[in-house]
């Protein structure tokens, strides 16, 4: 059934408090809630009807005001409990029986490693217990939990308040949260595990204590993510003068889990992934990754918590602004510039793609059959890309002073989009009301900007925006769109321009641009002079736009020379490998001029001394072939992912002398010794191997067995698409190393799936057969499956269709055990518009044979929308 954002109908009653009693036996798990109930005074004079939903819950008994209610007059239907004719006010309790030990979908509450969990979000807590599950229902919990001793932690949310013995070698522990919050806030967790503790004082003296509970043996791979924890408290604090507001915050690790993490109050619920690492089994890149989820969880406990969604519509309202948020905190923490270019990579290549597919929508999706498949790159990444905008256009202090203003106004409530644009606006007394547009539009603008013939000293451009149309067919309206742009001489220094003949100079500005078409000339302050200026446009990606420019390659790469943006400097060089190996794949270009002009310019970014390791390292990361697809109509992604191969060795041979001397051991030793060095060495690895290097190839042969992550992952990648023998010796090395390690051989499962070499579907079959290999793990199967379809083209888009039709088959078997994660990993089989005649029909048989093995409701969604 479709839910449309229109329907949005306030709840007729309000919990005034919840009881919930948790009881966990071997076979079934029972479940009382206890719910105050009380007439909404906003609902209007609606019926005096309640919903309590249930999922999958054996009903036991009920309850109205003590008063039994007959097993025969149960007003049970699919949904759960539809109560009608309620007093005002009342008590509704429920008895009811759930199954953790056989919960495979991983919603509700499920066995993780012998540990008992839960994932409320968004409509899990239903399969729990019967309660209003929706987020505008928001109230005060405690929770009583009994177990086996064999369990020794029974967490919930809030304050520990009572803890004892139960009957029979049972316990118990009561938990109170006094901060109202919705059921999908709600967890729990019951297991046997250890506990990494610290302790923060906030700003205002309070003492917080933080825990984190790991698997036995796990404790040493705590201390990143609590330190992670740590530097996100005092940031939230800094920067919006945001405390946290209990005593406790627990995070827990678990190993089964749907995604990266999730914000429950005060009981953070983490993929093990995501929280134990160091160097020795996490790169660089994965403890970054630690570092921002623990942020971004953190920061929900304001921006999702205390004030949180009125319904799922209204998702990117704490997504969004929390990816914003948690993107800022890695920006001031690392590299500004690298973490901009991380961030745009990330948008482009999953976000782009999914505005030009079937599930096309706009940020804040106007009907969903499933909300679980709005949890996209588009309600995550664009939403944060809208808020950037706006906070932007506000400046620092504005955007804080919106922040404070919509905390002052709906700290403890439910609200929309609508409310937080409104807080921004007011606060700062603005119109913000043509930003609203990017909320309720799908598609990425393209923006055209292109140079009017005229003077030298002045220089005039036309910009032009359009909308293209996509699936979720909504108002295709001229967007806000702010461009930030300068201009560089021809010996690339900025050049201060005004945009009237005698206004105030600024080597920078922003042209908001508000109608479909704008023209603005610019007035070089050196006026008259023989200047020949080079536009920088978009600087830092200011809005997520395709930027269609008239910029000649010369002048590209002196951006990429010169450019003070630093993001335009790697846009520049994306734009120049991506122009290149465009035009190998097409055939009509043999690289060599390309490949020199970019080899001449990276040669000039490696002598730079000013500039950092990792930002070097970051712009020799060649766009990948998601984001090279969107320039070829038909996307051939196995032609695309051959030419960027034999770029990556033509720079390789181009860069052969230097690539020589930085692989010296004193200068190999000197980079090993910093996260950018590391970064920048594997680069040039890479680039080595590629070019058949025997040097570059006897150093990853033994930087494979490097005691740091970074080194020995970077190495085993840097040989992954060689059909040397040093791979499988790489490979099989890695693996014996790790075999004990169930999160370090995810990574050797992703590299076997994503070598061009060795990840053939035969090969996955074996993989999946390996001891290490668990289906019922989204990790495992986003490491074999996942990365195949997103890393390994030549095989998944195989000219035989073989590899669309073995991942519609393992997609059957997954949906039939976990819908949430089948209903993800079919998205690559449903851009198929992208390509030829030939795959789409392969993609479509493969699509077609999900639909008729009848599956979930969150695949069907996917599947229908895309066969439609
Ligand atoms: N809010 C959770 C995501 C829940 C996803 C449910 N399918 C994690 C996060 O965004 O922080
Ligand atoms: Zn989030």
């Given at each position: 059934m479709l839910k449309h954002r229109s329907g949005y109908m306030p709840p007729a009653y309000l919990v005034i408090a919840a009881h919930?009693?948790?009881?966990?036996?071997?076979?079934?798990?029972?479940?009382?809630?206890?719910?105050?109930?009380?007439?909404?005074?906003?609902?209007?004079?609606?019926?005096?009807?309640?919903?309590?939903?249930?999922?999958?819950?054996?009903?036991?008994?009920?309850?109205?005001?003590?008063?039994?209610?007959?097993?025969?007059?149960?007003?049970?239907?699919?949904?759960?409990?539809?109560?009608?004719?309620?007093?005002?006010?009342?008590?509704?309790?429920?008895?009811?029986?759930?199954?953790?030990?056989?919960?495979?979908?991983?919603e509700g509450l499920y066995l993780s490693g012998g540990m008992y969990c839960t994932q409320c979000e968004p409509e899990g807590f239903r399969r729990i217990g019967f309660y209003p599950d929706?987020?505008?229902?928001?109230?005060?919990?405690?929770?009583?939990?009994?177990?086996?001793?064999?369990?020794?932690?029974?967490?919930?949310?809030?304050?520990?308040?009572?803890?004892?013995?139960?009957?029979?070698?049972?316990?118990?522990?009561?938990?109170?949260?006094?901060?109202?919050?919705p059921s999908y806030l709600f967890a729990c967790v019951v297991g046997d595990l250890e506990c990494a503790e610290d302790n923060f004082i906030t700003a205002s003296g309070r003492d917080v204590a933080l825990h984190i509970y790991v698997e036995k043996g796990n404790v040493g791979l705590t201390g990143h993510a609590m330190d992670s924890l740590k530097r996100s408290m005092k940031w939230d604090e800094d920067r919006f003068g945001l405390e946290y507001d209990l005593d406790l915050f627990q995070i827990v690790a678990v190993s089964h889990f749907n995604m990266g993490a999730m914000e429950n109050k005060g009981l953070n619920i983490f993929n093990s992934k995501f929280v134990l690492a160091d160097t020795n089994t996490a790169t660089d890149t994965d403890l970054h990754r630690v570092e921002s989820i623990v942020a971004h969880e953190y920061f929900h406990n304001w921006t999702g918590n205390r004030v949180t969604c009125r319904d799922w519509f209204q998702l990117t309202l704490k997504e969004g602004l929390t990816v914003y948020r948690d993107q800022c905190f890695s920006a001031d923490t690392h590299d500004e510039g690298v973490q901009r270019a991380d961030d745009?990579?990330?948008?482009?290549?999953?976000?782009?793609?999914?505005?030009?597919s079937p599930t096309a929508h706009p940020i804040r999706p106007e009907s969903y059959r499933e909300i679980n498949n709005f949890y996209t790159a588009t309600v995550y990444e664009k939403g944060a890309e809208v808020i950037r905008m706006m906070a932007a256009f506000l400046g620092?202090?504005?955007?804080?002073?919106?922040?404070?203003?919509?905390?002052?106004?709906?700290?403890?409530?439910?609200?929309?989009?609508?409310?937080?644009?409104?807080?921004?606006?007011?606060?700062?007394?603005?119109?913000?009301?043509?930003?609203?547009?990017?909320?309720e539009q799908a598609g990425t603008p393209h923006l055209s900007v292109k140079r009017v013939a005229g003077g030298k000293a002045t220089i005039t451009l036309d910009f032009e925006q359009t909308l293209p149309e996509t699936a979720a067919k909504t108002p295709r309206n001229a967007v806000?769109?702010?461009?930030?742009?300068?201009?560089?001489?021809?010996?690339?220094?900025?050049?201060?321009?005004?945009?009237?003949?005698?206004?105030?100079?600024?080597?920078?500005?922003?042209?908001?641009?508000?109608?479909?078409?704008?023209?603005?000339?610019?007035?070089?302050?050196?006026?008259?002079?023989?200047?020949?200026?080079?536009?920088?446009?978009l600087r830092n990606f200011s809005a997520p736009v395709v930027l269609a420019d008239d910029l000649s390659t010369a002048e590209r790469l002196h951006l990429m020379a010169h450019d003070t943006d630093r993001f335009n400097r790697w846009d520049a060089a994306q734009t120049l490998a991506a122009d290149a190996i465009v035009a190998a794949a097409t055939g009509g270009n043999s690289l060599d001029a390309d490949a020199a002009a970019l080899s001449g310019a990276y040669r000039n970014i490696l002598g730079e001394a000013d500039l950092l390791d990792a930002f070097k390292a970051s712009m020799f990361a060649l766009p990948g072939v998601s984001v090279l697809e969107s320039?070829?109509?038909?996307?051939?992604?196995?032609?695309?992912?051959?030419?960027?191969?034999?770029?990556?060795?033509?720079?390789?041979?181009?860069?052969?002398?230097?690539?020589?001397?930085?692989?010296?051991?004193?200068a190999r030793h000197a980079l090993q010794a910093s996260d950018g060095g590391r970064a920048l060495l594997n680069a040039l690895l890479m680039l080595g191997v590629a070019a058949s290097s025997a040097q570059a190839e006897d150093i990853a042969a033994a930087q494979v067995l490097d005691a740091n992550m970074t080194l020995s992952q970077g190495a085993v990648m840097a040989l992954n698409n060689s059909t040397s023998t040093a791979r499988d010796v790489g490979l099989s090395a890695f693996h014996d190393r790790w075999l004990d390690n169930p999160l370090v051989m995810e990574k050797w499962f992703q590299m076997e799936s994503m070598s061009v070499v060795g990840g053939t579907v035969a090969r996955l079959k074996t993989l999946m057969q390996h001891p290490s290999f668990d289906p019922n793990n989204p990790n495992k199967?986003?490491?074999?499956?996942?990365?195949?379809?997103?890393?390994?083209?030549?095989?998944?888009?195989?000219?035989?269709?073989?590899?669309?039709?073995?991942?519609?088959?393992?997609?059957?078997?997954?949906?039939s055990r976990n819908p949430q994660i089948s209903a993800r990993m079919v998205l690559p089989l449903t851009r198929m518009s992208a390509y030829d005649d030939r795959r789409k029909a392969q993609m479509m048989a493969a699509l077609r044979q999900i639909d008729n093995a009848k599956p979930s409701n969150d695949l069907a969604e996917i599947v229908e929308k895309t066969l439609a």
């Open positions: 919930l009693d948790i009881s966990i036996f071997d076979d079934q798990t029972l479940v009382t809630t206890r719910l105050e109930l009380t007439k909404n005074p906003d609902a209007g004079t609606g019926a005096n009807e309640m919903r309590l939903n249930g999922r999958d819950l054996e009903l036991k008994r009920l309850s109205i005001d003590n008063i039994e209610i007959a097993k025969d007059d149960w007003p049970l239907d699919d949904a759960g409990i539809h109560l009608t004719n309620l007093p005002e006010s009342c008590v509704v309790e429920s008895l009811s029986v759930c199954h953790p030990e056989t919960n495979t979908a991983l929706r987020p505008d229902v928001m109230t005060i919990f405690t929770v009583r939990i009994e177990a086996d001793i064999a369990y020794p932690q029974l967490l919930s949310n809030g304050n520990l308040v009572e803890t004892g013995a139960a009957s029979e070698g049972r316990h118990f522990a009561v938990w109170h949260d006094p901060h109202p919050k745009v990579s990330l948008l482009r290549a999953a976000q782009f793609p999914e505005d030009r620092r202090d504005g955007f804080r002073k919106g922040m404070d203003l919509y905390f002052k106004r709906h700290d403890g409530s439910a609200v929309t989009c609508d409310d937080f644009v409104a807080a921004l606006a007011d606060s700062n007394d603005i119109d913000l009301s043509g930003f609203a547009r990017w909320y806000p769109i702010p461009v930030r742009l300068g201009f560089l001489d021809a010996a690339g220094h900025p050049v201060a321009t005004s945009l009237t003949p005698d206004g105030v100079s600024a080597d920078e500005h922003v042209v908001l641009m508000q109608t479909a078409t704008h023209r603005q000339s610019f007035h070089a302050a050196s006026g008259g002079g023989d200047v020949a200026l080079t536009p920088s446009l320039r070829l109509k038909p996307a051939d992604p196995v032609a695309l992912y051959h030419a960027r191969m034999r770029l990556q060795a033509a720079l390789g041979d181009g860069l052969a002398d230097i690539i020589a001397t930085y692989l010296k051991d004193d199967l986003r490491a074999v499956l996942g990365a195949f379809m997103s890393g390994n083209p030549v095989h998944f888009y195989a000219e035989d269709g073989s590899g669309f039709a073995f991942i519609a088959d393992c997609l059957i078997d997954i949906d």
